[in-house]
């Protein structure tokens, strides 16, 4: 059990957008910044978005960060096929004294 | 460029012992945090262990608490993970991961560890 919630997955087609959520608590979400993360297989995860809502250098701009209370999430605009993998969200944890991940989204490009 | 390039990983025996290295470049080691993050075969990521800059202040996930020991060498920009009483649920790559905040930013290549009789 994951102590970030995201759907384990997620499907749209190419061109369009989509959304992933990603639920926490005060001791992590709700206190601290939210990180998300791109892991194609057999690949080690690449970051997407840090600090809630920074892109690094290379990140295209069809992918943004939003942060409300204990609740952040991930929208993809104009879907792309090489756009198919999975997503993790994640924050440290106050009380836990760690990082925190979520389950994974996996994203489908119909 | 930042590199983290992982070694250690391998086949082990329920119970037996193993050492990770991270070798850490492009970058000034000794003024960041840094991470241990596992994924088992299929399954999603997990935080293992955190460390940091100066190794005075270290926090590990329940699952490995007692058993695993992190550890770092800012004179040689490496890190460690040194893994005691394995099981089979140790089982996954182990990733090294720079510490940003309140997260990680770069991240190894991974190094797979396989717990099995």
């Known amino acids: 059990q994951s102590v970030l919630t995201q759907p384990p997955s997620a499907s749209a087609t190419p061109g369009q957008r989509v959304t992933i959520s990603c639920s926490g608590s005060?001791?992590?979400?709700?206190?601290?910044?939210v990180y998300w993360y791109q892991q194609l297989p057999g690949t080690a995860p690449k970051l997407l978005i840090y600090?809630?809502?920074q892109r690094p250098s290379g990140v295209p701009d069809r992918f943004s960060g939003s942060k409300s209370g204990t609740s952040a999430s991930l929208a993809i605009s104009g879907l792309r096929s090489e756009d198919e993998a999975d997503y993790y969200c994640?924050?440290?944890?106050?009380?836990?004294?760690?990082?925190?991940f979520g389950g994974g989204t996996k994203l489908t490009v119909l | 460029e930042v590199q983290l390039v992982e070694s250690g990983g391998g086949l082990v025996q329920p119970g037996g012992s193993l050492r990770l290295s991270c070798a850490a470049s492009g970058f000034t080691f000794s003024i960041y945090s840094m991470n241990w993050v596992r994924q088992a075969p299929g399954k999603g990521l997990e935080w293992v262990s955190h460390i940091s800059s100066s190794g005075s202040s270290i926090y590990y996930a329940d699952s490995v608490k007692g058993r695993f020991t992190i550890s770092r060498d800012n004179a040689k920009n490496s890190l460690y993970l040194q893994m005691s009483s394995l099981r089979a649920d140790d089982t996954a790559v182990y990733y090294c991961?720079?510490?940003?905040?309140?997260?990680?930013?770069?991240w190894g290549q991974g190094t797979l560890v396989t717990v099995s009789s």
């Open positions: 994640a924050t440290w944890d106050d009380s836990l004294s760690g990082v925190v």
């Open positions: 005060t001791s992590n979400i709700g206190s601290n910044y």
């Open positions: 600090t809630n809502n």
């Open positions: 991961a720079r510490h940003l905040n309140s997260g990680t930013d770069y």
